[in-house]
Structure formats: C-alpha cells, structure tokens
Nanobody
C-alpha cells in the first residue's frame, strides 16, 4: 500500500481558502482511485472529492461542487484539494484515501487512509 500523508489544514475564516496536500510515498497514485473524505464530530464520514491520477477525471460531492478543486503535481506525486469560499459546515478532519472503485464515493470500499488533517472554519 502506498503511504499517504495529508497536510495543509488549519484555522480560516468563513469565505477564506485552504489548500490540502496528499503526498504519496512508497509508491505512486497511478494504480488507484484517490479520494478526499471528511468527518466532523458526531457525523459520518462524508465523501468530498475524487480523482484518477493519470486521467482527467474528477468527481465532487454535492456540498463542495463549485468551491473545491482537485489538482495534481506529477513531479512531486502530490494530490491537492483547493478549497475556496469555505463555510463553517466545512469544519472537519479531512482524509486522503486510495481505493479501486470509481467514483470513489463510498468509504466502505476505500482500502488505504492517511492520518487526516484538521480544517476549522470560523464565522
């Protein structure tokens, strides 16, 4: 399994932006579907966005469409989640994950998770 490390979380005011990174080590993304999930306290894990590494295919959850964008840095083997116009409801721990199903919307079918990064959006 490729080892996943997320970074880029933090505290931001509503309307602001953050960019999360998911770095892969011990392998590359190109064998997997890649996804971002989030989980807020007391809530179920929610699909945010997904991508294929070597194809121009992305998929977004309804709650983030038009605000979040996935970008790829092939040289660094990093997948980014650009988050704009953040809202307090976006507050959660964000996880990068890999799997084999497309679209990668169901966390039950994800086989490999990063440790997560906290995003907090204040009013």
């Amino acid at each position: 399994q490729v080892h996943l490390v997320e970074s880029g979380g933090g505290l931001v005011q509503a309307g602001g932006s953050l960019r999360l990174s998911c770095a892969a080590s011990g392998g590359t993304f190109d064998r997997y579907t890649i996804s971002w999930f989030r989980q807020a306290p007391g809530k179920e894990r929610e699909f945010v966005a997904g991508a294929l590494w070597n194809e121009d295919m992305t998929y977004y959850g309804d709650s983030v469409k038009g605000r979040f964008t996935i970008d790829r840095d092939y040289a660094k083997n990093i997948l980014y989640l650009q988050m704009n116009n953040l809202k307090p409801d976006d507050t959660a721990v964000y996880y990068c994950a890999t799997g084999t199903r497309w679209p990668p919307t169901e966390h039950q079918f994800v086989s490999n998770w990063g440790q997560g990064t906290q995003v907090t959006v204040s009013t």
